[in-house]
């Protein structure tokens, strides 16, 4: 069973920036694709950003320009760099990594952005 945790949420001021880490119990390189949703207060769980095992990206509009995610094999860790936070990225955010059509989550992560 592959586990999946995500750390460094928090709370932070507008134009702030948080570094997400979601670590995974087997290689992410084992993973077609790894990505960071977010479900903000009210709204339905949206894709922040993807990223595939070969090294594609995707991002949500939204955050185009403000938001990296990577990974590192050593650590089998999945990352997602936060610059620029606006109020409107307050969200828990939740880390995904599948393999053909079996999907694994973590528990989330709360990111509030507020003066």
């Known amino acids: 069973q592959v586990q999946l945790t995500e750390s460094g ?3 932070v001021q507008p134009g702030g920036s948080l ?3 979601c670590a995974a119990s087997e290689n992410v390189f084992n993973f077609n694709r790894m990505t960071w949703y977010r ?5 339905e769980r949206e894709l922040v950003a993807s990223l595939t095992v070969g090294d594609t990206t995707q991002y ?3 955050v185009k320009g403000r938001f990296t995610i990577s990974k590192d094999g050593a650590k089998n860790t999945l990352y997602l760099q936060m610059n ?3 109020p409107e990225d307050t969200a828990v955010y939740y880390c995904n990594a599948n393999i053909l059509s079996r999907h694994w989550w973590g528990q989330g992560t ?3 952005v507020s003066s």
Do not use: R
Not at 39 to 43: A, D, L, R, T, Y
């Open 110 to 112: 709360q990111v509030t």
């Open 39 to 43: 479900q903000g207060p009210g709204k």
């Open 60 to 62: 949500a509009d939204s």
């Open 84 to 86: 620029s936070l606006k």
């Open 19 to 21: 570094k997400l880490s």
């Open 9 to 11: 949420g928090g709370l």
